[in-house]
């Protein structure tokens, strides 16, 4: 691929998505529900596609190919994990959808908030999202830079496709809202798993045929077939890489927040069987990506750069080489412009509309537009550092965000749990999570993760023992919602 040739493409791939976004804008009625929920009008089917782009980001591709480049089958196991913590949307979703519903709450934190009759603890949910997902994102812009950087040998610098990945991404986000950014997310989903799928087979077919491939993965690189692989898979570190993937759904507010959004339960159940297809396809591919590039790439000493490389060797023609560079573009920038969007809706009604008691509407969304610009651009000086391993920074961002699911769980099931009990777990745990990270430290070789979640469990607990709960709040939550979800479940 050309460096002119990558241009023309991004230019047009642009294009198409401007007026994607300046379609959707034409939808919307106004107000911050409507901006940030799509009027909670979304259909089942583009829900699945948005929810699979959002979910399936630089990560892939990038990350997961990586991934198995550097530790192996492993890769597979820590990704399945993310199948089965699927399981907790068929419980939490329905409730949230009915809760959201009732009250009007457009936030997982404005929900939490509620619940525990606690503005300062969705404020600082709200602010320790902002935190732990800026890194997020930032790994979603450096898979963009890699990217555009590796296929085109250097000839656009990393800053450039970083730069590129922000403007794209603030811009369909700021146009209209939820619709432009599910919108662009459905169209995106399908090039780069229709691309990906395609792309694999002339890898495989370079290689020699499947026969060929998979005796030569046994043969070269038969410690990359078992656990734990070439070492980078041991116990602990598993089950620390797979924790915060196990709670994803609910933990990661840009996930949970399309809860909100979906038109009936009908839709959510489309959603979740749409992105389950989506996802196992996805996964398989991108394993097989990281194999194939141990085989006509290896000794690699960024294992993230596996996807550039393939894409170097010509075993992908260009026809096909330009669909899939988009697609995997397209994947990192819906992930960020879903993350913007989150945290600028937290950031609004959260913090400043909490603590501005008569701001309207207007100025709210006003705010939260300001905080999409300010956080991409944080993003994009975070990814200028290009920090390597692409996975593991992700999961790292997800671990922090660990802290929040006792209080998640309670809301739901634990009717004495308290406001004091809720802050203590997310703020104790939250510190643990940073200081044991940012010092490396792992006791008694026990993963961070898994130390800050204890943690955050135990505070949840004791402190809300200690405490008096909130006077009827757990009503709405627990004793309400069970007669509707028996009713949706007899309908």
Same mark, same amino acid.
């Given at each position: 691929m050309t460096p002119a040739g990558i241009w023309i493409a991004l230019v047009v791939y642009g294009i198409a998505g401007l007026a994607v976004a300046f379609w959707a804008r034409r939808q919307l009625a106004g107000g911050a529900e409507d901006f940030y929920l799509g009027g909670r009008r979304i259909t089942g089917l583009v829900s699945a596609a948005s929810y699979a782009a959002t979910t399936y980001s630089a990560f892939m591709m990038l990350g997961l190919a990586g991934l198995t480049y550097r530790g192996g089958v492993g890769a597979l196991g820590f990704e399945l994990v993310y199948f089965a913590g699927l399981g907790l949307v068929l419980i939490f979703g329905p409730r949230f959808w009915l809760v959201g519903r009732r009250f009007g709450?457009?936030?997982?934190?404005?929900?939490?908030?509620?619940?525990?009759g606690s503005p300062l603890l969705a404020g600082l949910v709200a602010v320790l999202s902002c935190v732990f997902l800026v890194p997020y994102s930032a790994v979603q812009l450096m898979g963009i830079g890699l990217l555009l950087s590796g296929v085109s040998g250097g000839a656009i610098p990393v800053g450039v496709g970083i730069l590129v990945g922000a403007v794209l991404a603030a811009a369909w986000t700021l146009l209209a809202g939820l619709r432009s950014v599910a919108w662009t997310d459905a169209?995106?989903?399908?090039?780069?798993?229709? +691309?990906?799928?395609?792309?694999?087979w002339f890898v495989v077919d370079a290689i020699g045929g499947v026969p060929v491939f998979l005796a030569r993965v046994e043969a070269e690189y038969g410690a990359w077939l078992h656990q734990p692989g070439p070492g980078l898979f041991s116990l602990p570190t598993f089950i620390g890489l797979t924790l915060p993937w196990l709670f994803?759904?609910?933990?990661?507010?840009?996930?949970?927040?399309?809860?909100?959004?979906?038109?009936?339960?009908?839709?959510?159940?489309?959603?979740?069987?749409?992105?389950?297809?989506?996802?196992l396809v996805f996964?398989?591919?991108?394993?097989?990506?990281?194999? +194939?590039?141990?085989?006509?790439v290896p000794d690699l000493a960024n294992p993230d750069l596996a996807t550039p490389a393939l894409l170097a060797t010509g075993a992908i023609p260009v026809w096909l080489a330009i669909p899939l560079l988009l697609?995997?573009?397209?994947?990192?920038?819906?992930?960020?412009?879903?993350?913007?969007?989150?945290?600028?809706?937290?950031?609004?009604?959260?913090?400043?509309?909490?603590?501005?008691?008569?701001?309207?509407?207007?100025?709210?969304?006003?705010?939260?537009?300001?905080?999409?610009?300010?956080?991409?651009?944080?993003?994009a000086l975070f990814a200028s550092l290009q920090l390597n391993l692409i996975s593991l920074?992700?999961?790292?961002?997800?671990?922090?965000?660990?802290?929040?699911?006792?209080?998640?769980?309670?809301?739901?099931?634990?009717?004495?749990?308290?406001?004091?009990?809720?802050?203590?777990?997310v703020a104790g745990g939250a510190l643990a999570v940073v200081a044991l990270g940012a010092a490396g430290l792992n006791p008694l070789g026990i993963p961070y993760a898994v130390v800050g979640f204890a943690l955050s469990i135990a505070l949840f607990v004791g402190v809300s023992l200690a405490t008096t709960p909130p006077a009827d709040r757990g009503k709405a939550f627990i004793d309400d919602v069970r007669p509707q979800l028996d009713r949706l479940r007899a309908s």
């Open positions: 709450f457009v936030t997982p934190s404005e929900m939490l908030g509620a619940r525990y169209a995106q989903s399908v090039l780069i798993l229709g +691309s990906a799928l395609l792309a694999l994803f759904s609910i933990s990661n507010p840009q996930v949970s927040q399309r809860l909100f959004t979906t038109r009936d339960l009908g839709a959510m159940r489309t959603m979740i069987l749409g992105f389950l297809g989506f996802g996964t398989l591919i991108s394993i097989l990506w990281g194999y +194939s590039a141990l085989l006509l697609g995997i573009v397209a994947a990192a920038i819906t992930t960020i412009d879903s993350i913007a969007l989150t945290l600028a809706s937290m950031v609004g009604r959260d913090v400043y509309r909490a603590s501005v008691k008569s701001a309207s509407d207007a100025a709210e969304l006003a705010v939260g537009k300001v905080v999409i610009l300010v956080l991409i651009a944080a993003a920074l992700s999961v790292a961002s997800s671990s922090a965000l660990l802290v929040t699911v006792p209080a998640i769980v309670g809301a739901f099931f634990w009717r004495r749990g308290t406001a004091a009990g809720a802050l203590s777990s």
